[in-house]
């Protein structure tokens, strides 16, 4: 009987909780500021505490997450001119692969983007965040999958980590809600249109417009606010979904 058991994979258990968190964060699951507990986020994900203490030493060596107290960890908050550098950033970089995405073969790789964007403008009319959240970044990753830069889309994973939690401030203004995905909405189109077209340089365009039109609205939302540097942290919160 013995023989006949296999070894809990630990590492598999950790790599879940972890893949479980970093979405949450790429969703919006939380607020920037927001505080969290490894002990609530074990009991949300239903797993012990240990696994979720590996994943998170993980989301803040990668500065999704910052370590408070030994208990307790907040999702990295709002701050002005953090966040400007990181839409600079941003605007070169998924600039970078969009031009590469531009030469794609694929293709299904136009009907994809089509229906991404058509997700998003249901959802958006709906006032659906969570659906528009997850068609934008499902538009924006599959253009940059076509760039078939594997390195390059790591890079950007990991700045989307960093800023994806501002972005659901717009589920609490139904202003900043339409200012960010109606807006977008339209940029998309114009970048599937210089896609189709092979305008590297149009694509390219529209990619860094729509980051910088997002930016605008939220940099001009949490200064309305008073809501930037220095943020207040929430109190910590016991997540019912996370996953």
């Keep these: 009987m013995r023989s006949e058991l296999s070894p809990v994979d630990v590492t598999t258990v950790q790599e879940r909780v972890y893949q479980s ?3 949450a964060l790429l969703k919006g699951r939380f607020l920037p500021g927001e505080q969290v507990s490894i002990r609530g986020l074990a009991k949300a994900l239903g797993t012990s505490p240990m696994p979720v203490r590996e994943a998170v030493k993980r989301l803040v060596a990668e500065k999704g997450l910052e370590q408070s107290s030994d208990r307790l960890l907040r999702v990295a908050p ?11 950033i941003r605007m070169q970089v998924e600039g970078f692969a969009t031009e590469k995405a531009c030469l794609s073969k694929d293709p299904l790789l136009i009907d994809k983007l089509k ?8 959802a958006t009319q709906g006032r659906d965040l969570e ?5 934008n970044q499902a538009f ?10 594997p390195q390059l889309l790591d890079i950007i994973s990991n700045l989307w980590l960093r800023t994806g939690p501002i972005l659901a401030a717009s ?21 599937i249109e210089a896609i189709v077209q092979k305008d590297r340089v149009a694509a390219r365009r529209a990619i860094a417009l729509d980051i910088r039109a997002a930016h605008y609205a939220i940099r001009r939302y949490y200064a309305a606010s008073r809501e930037a540097e220095p943020v207040e942290a929430p109190a910590a919160r016991q997540p019912a979904e996370v996953g």
């Design 115 to 122: 229906q991404h964007n058509a997700t998003m403008l249901e």
């Design 78 to 88: 709002y701050v002005a001119s953090v966040h400007e550098e990181y839409i600079r």
């Design 131 to 135: 659906a528009a959240l997850a068609a």
């Design 171 to 191: 589920r609490h203004d139904r202003d900043l809600f339409g200012r960010v995905f109606d807006i977008g909405v339209q940029i998309h189109e114009e970048a």
């Design 21 to 23: 968190l970093r979405l």
């Design 140 to 149: 924006h990753f599959e253009l940059y999958r076509a760039a078939r830069y």
